[in-house]
């Protein structure tokens, strides 16, 4: 099964405010399987992916992240191509960027969203410091993957710019940390968890979720 899958029928549950156990009953499988689902350690049938879709009411080809859209009525697909080979049951050709965009742009505006309190102005500009580093980061990245695009198109040069970007990231997550630490000192007492995130956030908080736990697999993964 593609990877996107998984990934995609977390999303779905999450925003439907279901649980594991909840969701499984209606899919008629024990939650231990539908956790291995969701953790992509096991692939499904086709009948039960059949049975995804009606249940969500989403098409097959937006579970499989073939598409951003979730029914075949929406309109403006993608134009990139994605082949299906049902023999080795490998997708091939280019991976939709769309979910990857639509994740970390709602996970950005919940923590914009928490950090509306005046109390967090300091975190508050820190934090867009940071993203702003981050984007110039990414985007010189993606523009030096180019002999047609010009050094000149910046003012500092390759070398200048890996040395005082990352540490410019180290620094500005340093004051992330002690403004945190500041507000903590002050008796700050907003509180989060998955509860309040789900209720507060019930369009956004499943991409932030779904972002911290891949990236938490991720990091867990580094030796």
């Known amino acids: 099964m593609i990877n996107e899958f998984p990934r995609i029928i977390t999303l779905l549950r999450v925003e439907k405010k279901l649980s594991q156990k909840e969701a ?15 953790k992509g350690i096991r692939e499904c049938k086709l009948d039960f992916l059949i049975k995804v879709a009606d249940f969500y009411n989403v098409s097959i080809d937006y579970l499989l992240g073939r598409t951003e859209k979730r029914t075949y009525g929406d309109t403006e697909d993608s134009s990139e191509e994605v ?4 023999k080795d049951n490998v997708f091939r050709g280019s991976v939709f960027p ?12 919940v923590l914009f969203d928490l950090l509306k309190n005046p109390k967090l ?48 990231l180290m620094l500005y997550e ?3 940390k002690k403004a945190a630490e500041n507000i903590k000192k002050e008796g700050f007492d907003q509180e989060i968890s998955y509860d309040i995130l789900v209720r507060d956030f019930p369009k956004d908080s499943a991409a932030l979720l779904n972002i911290l736990k891949n990236s938490e697999n991720e990091i867990k993964k580094l030796q």
Request: glycine share 4%.
């Open 121 to 168: 102005k300091e975190m508050a500009t820190e934090l867009q410091k940071y993203f702003a580093i981050v984007i110039y980061k990414l985007f010189r990245h993606i523009y030096r993957s180019s002999d047609k695009n010009p050094p000149a198109f910046f003012a500092l040069g390759d070398d200048e710019f890996e040395a005082k970007s990352n540490a410019a």
């Open 174 to 176: 340093l004051r992330l």
């Open 24 to 38: 499984a009953k209606a899919l008629g499988i024990s939650q231990a399987l539908l956790s291995h689902y969701e």
């Open 98 to 109: 769309a979910l990857g965009k639509a994740l970390t742009v709602s996970s950005i505006n």
């Open 83 to 86: 082949v299906f080979t049902q």
